[in-house]
C-alpha cells in the first residue's frame, strides 16, 4: 500500500480557480527573506521581428507577454517570435549570484559550454521545489529548498515510505540537471538505437528527462506550501490552486553524448547530469554527459492565463540533418492496445461538476486526426499491429513518425532566427544554437483541430500516438488499454469572464487535464505535494510491477483499505 500521502480533509474540489489560504506566520517570514522576483522583458507586439540585437543583448529576458486581440486571435508567427525571445533568454547563461537569472548573452553561451549553466537549468528541479517529507510512513508538507541555495534532491523511495537526500560519492556538490524521469509520463520509453532500424531496447541508449520551474512558482510554493493539502479520488487540491501571473515551467529531454558520433557531438548543447542506475527500489545516482535533445517552455501571462506553450528540438532528432539518414528513434508503450471514445459529458472529479463535451464528429471505429487540416489515420488496436512495429525480447517496438509539419509561420521564424545568428561577431558551424528549432506554440484554447499548432507535440517528448502525439481529450490506460476520450473537455481558459471550457489537443490539452482533473492550475509538478515528493525513475526498460509501482509513485494509484486502485493516469507535459 502507498504510504506517502495521508488524507486531509473532505472539502470538494472546485472548478473555479482559488488562491490557497494566506500563509501562517512561519510562511510569511520564509516569504519575507525570498529573493526579489526577477524582472520580464517588455510584451511582444504585433509584427515584431527576430534581429541580432536580440542574439547579442546582455542579460536579456523572457518576454512579460503578447497581445491578444479583442476578437480572441493573435499572429502566428508573432507567438512563434514570443517562443524564441523566450528561448534566447532561457538558454543564456545564468547569473553565478542568483538563480534563473540571465548572466550573459545567448552569443556567448552558443559559442561556448564553459559559458556555465543556463537560465533555465538553475530553476528549482522538481525535487527542490516539492522535497520529500515523510515520517513514518506518513508525509507533511514542508517547504521548498532555498531559491539560491546549491542544488539539493531530497527523493523518496519507490514506495512512498520514507526520504532520503541524492549524494555522489566523490562528488563535492551536485549538477543542476537532474534526469529522475524515465519515461514519457509514464506511457512509453524512448531510445536511439545503435544501429537504426535494429531496436534493441536492452542496449540501445534511452532518452532522460527532468522538470523545472522559476521563481515566480518557487514563491507561490515558498508562501503556501503549508496548506497544499492533497487528497485522492483522484490526487487534487481543494480548493484549486490558481499559480500566479509569471509562472514559467520546463521540461527537457536528454539522449548521452556516448550515442551521438564524435564528429557531431558539436551540434548538441551538453551537461553534467545525474542519471539512476540500479533499480527503482534501489537506484544509484551518477554523474554522466548528456546532449539536450529538446525543450519545452511553458508560460503563465496576464493575457493567456491557460498558459503559452513553446517546444524546441535539436534539429537531428529524426532525421540527422549532417548525414541526411533517418535516428531510428522508436518508442517501447507501457499499453498493448489503443481504443477511442467520445463520451457525451465529463465530469470534473472529485466535485462532480459535470459539463457536455463537444461533438467533434470523430468515428471510433475509424480514427483520423486533422493536424493543420491535413487528415491523418489513427493507430487502433494492437501495439503489435502499429506502423514499423517490432517484436524485440517480447518488448514491442513502435519507430516514431512526425505526421505534423512546421507551421509556414513558425518555419519563417526559424529562419529569421537563424539568419539572425548568422550575424553574431565569429558565429560559425560550432554555434550551438542553430541546431535546435522550434517545433510550435500554443496559446490560445479551441476545439477546432484544423487550427495551427493544435496538436503541438515534440518529436522526443510526445513521441506515441494517441497518448500524446496527436493527442486530444484525456488517454486513461485501462488493464493494458489505452481508450483516447477524444472529445473530453481539459481546458478552461478564464481569460473569459466565468470560463469557458474547451476539448483541446496537444501540449495545453495535456496540461488542462492538470486544472480540470486534479485542480493544479497546468502544472503536473504538484503531483509532489504535501511532501510525498518524487521518486526517480531508473535508466532501462522495467517489469511490469515495477512499472506499476512508478504510476503508485506518480499518485497516479489510489491508496484504498483493500489494497491499490488503479486510476486513470492523466497525462502530463511538465
Not at 512579460?64 to 547563461?93: E, K, M, Q
Not at 463520451?343 to 459539463?355: D, M, R
Request: proline fraction near 11%.
Amino acid at each position: 500500500m502507498a504510504g506517502a500521502i495521508t488524507t486531509v480533509g473532505t472539502t470538494l474540489w472546485s472548478a473555479t480557480p482559488q488562491t490557497a489560504p494566506p500563509p501562517d506566520s512561519s510562511q510569511a517570514a520564509a516569504s519575507a527573506s525570498a529573493p526579489l522576483l526577477p524582472p520580464f522583458g517588455p510584451p511582444v507586439a504585433a509584427g515584431r521581428t527576430l534581429s541580432t540585437a536580440d542574439m547579442t543583448a546582455a542579460n536579456p529576458l523572457i518576454p512579460a507577454d503578447i497581445y491578444r486581440t479583442p476578437a480572441n486571435t493573435v499572429g502566428h508567427g508573432d507567438l512563434a517570435t514570443f517562443a524564441w525571445l523566450s528561448f534566447i533568454s532561457a538558454v543564456s547563461p545564468a547569473s553565478s549570484s542568483n538563480r534563473g537569472v540571465p548572466g550573459g548573452s545567448f552569443s556567448t553561451s552558443g559559442a561556448s559550454s564553459a559559458a556555465g549553466p543556463l537560465v533555465w537549468e538553475t530553476y528549482q528541479h522538481r525535487t527542490e521545489l516539492l522535497p520529500c517529507s515523510i515520517s513514518g510512513g506518513n508525509a507533511s508538507p514542508t517547504p521548498p529548498q532555498p531559491w539560491n541555495a546549491p542544488p539539493t534532491y531530497v527523493i523518496a523511495n519507490s514506495g512512498g515510505t520514507a526520504c532520503s537526500k541524492v549524494s555522489i560519492q566523490g562528488a563535492p556538490s551536485l549538477p543542476y540537471n537532474n534526469l529522475d524521469e524515465a519515461t514519457q509520463i509514464g506511457q512509453n520509453s524512448l531510445f536511439y538505437p545503435t544501429t537504426p532500424g535494429r531496436p534493441n531496447p536492452a542496449t540501445d541508449a534511452q532518452v532522460l528527462f527532468e522538470a523545472r520551474a522559476n521563481q515566480y512558482e518557487w514563491n507561490f510554493v515558498n508562501q503556501n506550501y503549508a496548506s497544499l493539502k492533497p487528497q485522492f479520488g483522484p490526487f487534487h487540491f481543494s480548493p484549486a490552486i490558481t499559480l500566479p501571473t509569471g509562472t514559467v515551467e520546463v521540461k527537457a529531454a536528454w539522449r548521452p553524448i556516448s550515442s551521438i558520433p564524435q564528429a557531431q557531438r558539436y551540434r548538441y548543447h551538453t551537461a553534467t547530469v545525474i542519471t539512476y542506475g540500479g533499480t527503482d527500489t534501489a537506484p544509484v545516482a551518477q554523474t554522466q554527459t548528456y546532449a539536450l535533445i529538446a525543450l519545452h517552455l511553458i508560460h503563465k501571462t496576464q493575457n493567456y492565463p491557460a498558459f503559452i506553450f513553446a517546444t524546441f528540438e535539436q534539429v537531428d532528432t529524426l532525421t540527422n540533418q549532417a548525414t541526411k539518414q533517418p535516428s531510428g528513434v522508436y518508442y517501447v508503450p507501457s499499453y498493448n492496445k489503443v481504443a477511442y471514445a467520445t463520451p457525451s459529458t465529463t465530469t470534473f472529479p472529485p466535485s462532480g461538476t459535470t459539463v457536455q463535451n463537444p461533438n467533434i464528429g470523430f468515428s471510433v471505429t475509424a480514427p483520423v486526426a486533422k493536424p493543420n487540416g491535413v487528415s491523418t489515420p489513427l493507430p487502433l488496436g494492437a501495439t503489435t499491429g502499429f506502423p514499423g512495429a517490432k517484436v524485440v525480447n517480447n518488448l514491442v517496438t513502435i519507430p516514431v513518425t512526425q505526421p505534423v509539419k512546421l507551421v509556414p509561420d513558425v518555419a519563417r521564424v526559424n529562419a529569421q532566427a537563424l539568419a539572425a545568428m548568422q550575424g553574431i561577431p565569429g558565429f560559425n558551424n560550432q554555434f550551438v544554437w542553430q541546431y535546435y528549432r522550434l517545433a510550435g506554440v500554443q496559446a490560445i484554447p479551441t476545439n477546432d483541430e484544423t487550427t495551427k499548432d493544435f496538436y503541438l507535440a515534440n518529436i522526443v517528448v510526445e513521441s506515441s500516438q494517441p497518448g500524446i502525439q496527436l493527442f486530444r481529450g484525456f488517454p486513461p490506460i485501462t488493464k493494458g488499454t489505452l481508450t483516447n476520450l477524444r472529445n473530453q473537455v481539459n481546458v478552461i481558459d478564464y481569460h473569459f469572464s466565468g470560463g469557458q471550457n474547451f476539448s483541446m489537443g496537444g501540449c495545453q490539452g495535456c496540461h488542462g487535464v492538470a486544472q480540470t482533473q486534479n485542480g493544479f492550475d497546468f502544472s503536473f509538478l504538484f503531483f509532489g505535494a504535501g511532501g510525498g515528493g518524487f521518486s526517480p525513475e531508473t535508466v532501462g526498460i522495467v517489469s511490469p510491477a515495477a512499472a506499476a509501482a512508478r504510476l503508485t509513485a506518480k499518485r497516479y494509484i489510489q491508496p484504498t483499505s483493500n489494497g491499490l486502485q488503479a486510476e486513470p493516469p492523466p497525462v502530463t507535459k511538465n
